[in-house]
């Protein structure tokens, strides 16, 4: 299987800049997807092909990555987006990272 | 508005089954693969089944082969999950979400499914 790593939670204040992580133990090109999960709700889609901003999520998400590393970037973060973000790659079936959970201070 | 509608999440005893349903609505459901996506309670999420636009084609991940089958109706735009010989490493919040080509587009709110004697 192929296995996504990313940091378990970060902190930063509203306005910043964040970038969150995820790094794949194999390459998997730019089969790389973002969803965002608030508490208590199902998974929204942010990002998919490692670029591309689905329709209707703000432009201050971003990705960028390919091969085995990845990046979601928020600039700037908004007291809205509190939220666990996860990665999913699609080159080897379906896996996701063990999530990222963004606090803001 | 794309609404995917999850039911039969119940509390169940291990190796008891059950079926899990996704009525679907606001998109062409034939059109799309489909697939369950299930989450333990404070614990990440994990893609469990896959199904093609006409149910001929399905996948599995390894841990759930052989006890649970994805199927579809198209004709009632409706998903299903049965589940077999259900083990406690099974309780999880199971949503059923749409396939765009590779990531998964839409999410329904999901049903929570509870394994224990």
């Known amino acids: 299987d192929t296995v996504l790593t990313q940091s378990p939670a970060l902190a930063v204040s509203p306005g910043e800049r964040v970038t969150i992580s995820c790094r794949a133990s194999?390459?998997?090109?730019?089969?790389m997807h973002w969803y965002q999960q608030k508490p208590g709700q199902q998974p929204k889609l942010l990002i998919y092909?490692?670029?591309n901003l689905e329709s209707g999520v703000p432009a201050r998400f971003s990705g960028s990555g390919s091969g085995t590393d990845f990046t979601l970037t928020i600039d700037p973060v908004e007291a809205d987006d509190t939220a666990t973000y996860f990665c999913?790659?699609?080159?080897?079936?379906?896996?996701f990272g063990g999530g990222t959970k963004l606090e803001l201070k | 508005e794309v609404q995917l509608v999850e039911s039969g999440g119940v509390l169940v005893q291990p190796g008891r089954s059950m079926k899990l349903s996704c009525a679907a609505s606001?998109?062409?459901?034939?059109?799309?693969?489909m697939a369950w996506v299930r989450q333990a309670p404070t614990k990440g999420l994990e893609w469990v089944a896959t199904?093609?636009?006409?149910?001929?084609?399905?996948y599995y991940r390894d841990s759930v082969k052989g006890r649970f089958t994805i199927s579809r109706d198209n004709a009632k735009s409706t998903l299903y999950l049965q589940m077999d010989s259900l083990r406690s490493e099974d309780t999880a919040t199971y949503y059923c979400?749409?396939?765009?080509?590779?990531?998964?587009?839409?999410w329904g709110q999901g049903t929570l499914v509870t394994v224990s004697s």
């Open positions: 979400t749409t396939h765009r080509y590779n990531w998964f587009a839409y």
């Open positions: 606001g998109f062409t459901f034939s059109s799309f693969p």
């Open positions: 199904i093609s636009t006409s149910g001929g084609s399905t």
């Open positions: 194999e390459s998997v090109s730019t089969g």
């Open positions: 092909g490692a670029s």
């Open positions: 999913q790659q699609s080159w080897n079936d379906w896996t």
